[in-house]
């Protein structure tokens, strides 16, 4: 009786623990591959050496040299986000989001900044259409998003990705190239070309620079925009661990005169580097424990528990039915005699 209950027990939590593993798997592990609500402020800083870039102070244009440091912050907005309706609601977080570059060589003056306001899918991190979204590079004005700019899905493919570039105002895909280890971690590398493109700018910007850059036979110009992007993604969380930029930017006069507005290499710094890397292994370690291990393991302790179970039950089932049966020559029945009658206490003869 008591190897019945055992086994029944052993069988139950076998079962439970089976249960609790699938659970884990395709209920917890899907939930926890999302952007959380409560996402820590993130900021990466990239530097570039011996750039040419374009200056404007007090309304003078000027085309300087020296190094550059760029700084994007990404932050969530709870409150737009709590706001979120319809499809957006729990499926999608707000983000603000902003980059200074300042002149490092020069008391750290300021280059250019942007501001912006987004939405984005909590698992794959792209863009999301959204009326709420804004881009402030002087003037807010209405924007409209697509693709990824600060982040990649959880569990990123080798096959290519949109990557939104805000000067041309448009999505253009990153294909894959190889794998690579950065400070211990596998990373997917992923590059994006963009040649010839054009730089939208403010007509009254535009103006200042036709005016005071090119000749005088130039009436108004476009800005030519080339940017080899790199992009070294942790798959498992699609966390960026480094991103390089070489950028080129020209002011092309309708004179045919052409001056360099950019010319500038940014790459993550070392710090920015090694913080993305222990912020993707802490997330994977996460994920991994939520979405294999864990499942792994319980399946496996239940399993073992299960099965335990089942043959305990039955060799407690064996037990009982064998110790109902008296055994040949116990004392269960009365001795027979030669007759085959039962013998009395002095029927017994002495063999020999």
Do not use: C
């Not at 977080?93 to 984005?120: F, I």
């Not at 280890?181 to 009254?204: A, H, K, M, N």
């Not at 390089?244 to 930017?249: F, G, I, R, Y």
């Amino acid at each position: 009786m008591r190897s019945r209950v055992l086994g029944t027990a052993l069988f139950g939590l076998g079962v439970l623990a089976i249960v609790f593993a699938l659970g884990l798997a395709f209920v917890v592990a899907p939930r926890a591959a999302q952007l959380p609500y409560d996402m820590e402020p993130t900021q990466s800083v990239a530097e570039a050496q011996n750039a040419t870039f374009l200056q404007v102070t007090s309304g003078a244009a000027k085309i300087n040299t020296g190094n550059l440091r760029s700084t994007v912050t990404v932050q969530p907005d709870a409150k737009e986000t709590a706001g979120l309706e319809g499809d957006l609601d729990g499926s999608a977080l707000v983000w603000l989001a902003g980059q200074d570059v300042v002149n490092t060589s020069l008391n750290s003056e300021r280059v250019s900044a942007y501001s912006t306001r987004l939405a984005v899918d909590r698992e794959t991190g792209a863009a999301v259409p959204w009326d709420g979204a804004w881009l402030d590079t002087g003037n807010q004005e209405k924007i409209e998003y697509s693709g990824h700019m600060y982040k990649f899905p959880f569990g990123t493919e080798k096959k290519a990705y949109p990557i939104y570039d805000r000067d041309i105002r448009e999505a253009k895909p990153a294909e894959f190239v190889k794998t690579e280890e950065i400070g211990g971690l596998e990373t997917y590398q992923f590059t994006q070309q963009i040649v010839d493109g054009r730089q939208q700018l403010d007509p009254t910007q535009l103006s200042l620079l036709v005016d005071q850059l090119l000749g005088d036979t130039a009436t108004t110009a476009e800005v030519v925009y080339s940017n080899t992007r790199t992009v070294w993604v942790e798959p498992v969380t699609g966390q960026f661990i480094r991103v390089s930029e070489e950028q080129n930017k020209i002011l092309r006069g309708n004179n045919g005169q052409e001056v360099t507005l950019l010319d500038a290499d940014f790459t993550y710094t070392d710090d920015t580097v090694n913080r993305s890397v222990k912020a993707a292994e802490d997330n994977r370690k996460k994920l991994n424990l939520v979405g294999l291990w864990g499942p792994l393991g319980l399946g496996l302790l239940g399993l073992i528990l299960a099965v335990a179970g089942v043959l305990v039950a039955l060799r407690g089932g064996r037990g009982a039915s064998t110790a109902g049966v008296p055994a040949q020559g116990s004392g269960g029945h009365d001795d027979l005699d030669d007759d085959g009658k039962p013998a009395t206490a002095g029927s017994h003869r002495a063999e020999g």
